[in-house]
């Protein structure tokens, strides 16, 4: 694996490595001092083109408790040169000596080109509505906690499946662990097909006898765009404890953040204990630390 | 690689690793604040057997830890494939302890260097012992043990196996020589 851009390719055992190494990696950060020398000498480059606080601080602060030394680029680029100003942005950061370049960016593709422009590890921080593996790997790891094995456990993803990105990485991720995924939401906001998923504009099809339920956020573009309306949403599809009824009992809820309090979920339920949110959070940075350290170690300096 | 010659037996290993037991709890001054820490892989089970040992003739239970030093190795950037990591759990609070080191063989000393600093991540013992089966020479750095089960003078082409019931099916140390590349 010489880069992460999304589950194309990847096989169980080696997905189960890296969540094995991010185990490792969330004792370190329990300990009294949460930091480890491992990536000394190495230069990790956090590159957003689309701002992303959350993300860009959890890889930071992975890179910075594997002692790796971290340069940040944030950037909003004209669309008139976009292409031209991403490979020159990556060029000037591959002449500094970079080694990992973590990509952020509002069209989906930019990482994959990316890998053709350096010579650096690639890691995908969330491309157009294509992919966002690192989510979707601090997702999988947190409910391996919570569930123990994702074998044969039915997991659903609700909301506005179309635009999501991580709806997308985790319809890739979760079946090669043994899931099996429904994805819920609007007729509008499904997309016409998702390899290895279950497609549902019935919420209660995916909610029944969830193991868990992945509530994703509703962006305001999508109303803006009048692809939904709030008040149908709220009333066809927010996530409320009397829904939930239909899912196991106790099963854990999990959000990619940042939450819309009331509109996808039920105010309260993000603060309940089946909410794993703080945990998804925590994992974030555990599993980040674990993919620099297996794109890095073991590759030629830059 | 070629096999040259056997170094220890099971018996032979017991009765080194059960010296090393007494010389502990002597260096010690009993088992008070005392704790064994196995390094990753075959220092584990031979922290489990001293132990043992001391719990047969003290009567006292001494808590053993289970150290990986992989995060800590001074070669991450250089050597050109990636050690697996493993577990690190230590059940008990290091600060104010005597810590015992316990590792396979000694050699250029880079791995007992690494658990050093792992181990003052992880709290501040009153003092560090460092423990090993055998000592095969080559230091690289300035460290000694504290306790060896026997010392072996060999080249840099041979190297030590020493192999545990726990992981390899039986007790046995032994030398083998690397072929001429």
């Not at chain 1, 094995?149 to 609700?158: D, Q, R, W």
């Not at chain 1, 939930?244 to 999990?254: E, F, H």
């Not at chain 2, 020493?162 to 046995?172: A, F, I």
Request: proline share 5%; net charge neutral.
């Amino acid at each position: 694996m010489r880069h992460l851009l999304d589950f194309q390719g990847w096989n169980r055992p080696e997905v189960e490595s890296l969540l094995d190494t991010a185990r490792v990696m969330r004792e370190v950060l329990e300990r009294p001092v949460k930091k480890v020398p491992a990536l000394q000498g190495f230069t990790v480059a956090t590159v957003f083109f689309e701002p992303s606080t959350r993300t860009r601080i959890s890889f930071e602060l992975a890179a910075r408790r594997m002692s790796a030394d971290v340069v940040s680029f944030a950037a909003q680029t004209s669309s008139l040169q976009k292409g031209e100003s991403y490979k020159d942005t990556l060029l000037t950061l591959e002449a500094m000596g970079v080694d990992a370049y973590v990509i952020r960016a509002d069209s989906a593709g930019v990482p994959h080109q990316a890998t053709r422009w350096v010579k650096g590890a690639v890691i995908n921080g969330g491309d157009g509505r294509r992919a966002h593996p690192t989510q979707a790997l601090l997702d999988a790891y947190t409910l391996l906690e919570a569930l123990g094995t994702l074998e044969g456990k039915k997991v659903a993803i609700v909301g506005d499946i179309l635009h999501s990105r991580v709806a997308r990485s985790n319809a890739e991720l979760l079946p090669l662990l043994g899931a099996q995924v429904f994805c819920a939401g609007p007729p509008s906001l499904l997309p016409q097909s998702l390899p290895g998923v279950h497609l549902t504009p019935h919420l209660e099809e995916a909610l029944e006898e969830a193991d868990a339920v992945m509530v994703l956020r509703l962006q305001k573009e999508r109303m803006e765009a009048g692809l939904v309306h709030l008040e149908d949403y709220i009333a066809r599809y927010q996530v409320t404890e009397r829904r939930l009824a239909r899912a196991k009992p106790q099963a854990p809820l999990l959000h990619p953040g940042p939450m819309n309090r009331d509109v996808e979920l039920e105010g309260g339920l993000a603060d309940s204990a089946r909410s794993l949110v703080n945990r998804q959070v925590q994992n974030g940075v555990a599993v980040r630390m674990a993919v620099l350290y297996h794109l890095l170690v073991g590759r030629e300096k830059a | 690689m070629r096999f040259k010659a056997e170094l220890m037996n099971q018996e032979e290993m017991r009765r080194a690793l059960y010296r090393i037991a007494h010389e502990i709890v002597e260096a010690n001054k009993g088992t008070e604040g005392l704790a064994l820490v196995g390094i990753h892989t075959r220092g584990i089970p031979l922290a489990h057997r001293i132990a043992r040992f001391i719990a047969e003739f003290e009567g006292k239970e001494v808590p053993v830890g289970v150290l990986d030093i992989t995060l800590y190795r001074d070669d991450l950037t250089e050597i050109g494939y990636r050690p697996q990591v493993r577990e690190t759990r230590i059940p008990f609070d290091l600060t104010g302890k005597a810590i015992v080191l316990v590792d396979d063989v000694l050699y250029t000393g880079r791995t007992a260097r690494a658990a050093l600093d792992a181990l003052m991540d992880l709290g501040r013992p009153r003092r560090i012992y460092l423990a090993v089966l055998v000592d095969r020479g080559h230091r690289e750095l300035p460290i000694r043990a504290d306790f060896v089960g026997k010392n072996v003078p060999t080249s840099r082409n041979e190297v030590v196996k020493v192999k545990v019931v726990e992981v390899d099916g039986e007790d046995r140390v032994e030398l083998w020589e690397r072929e001429e590349a």
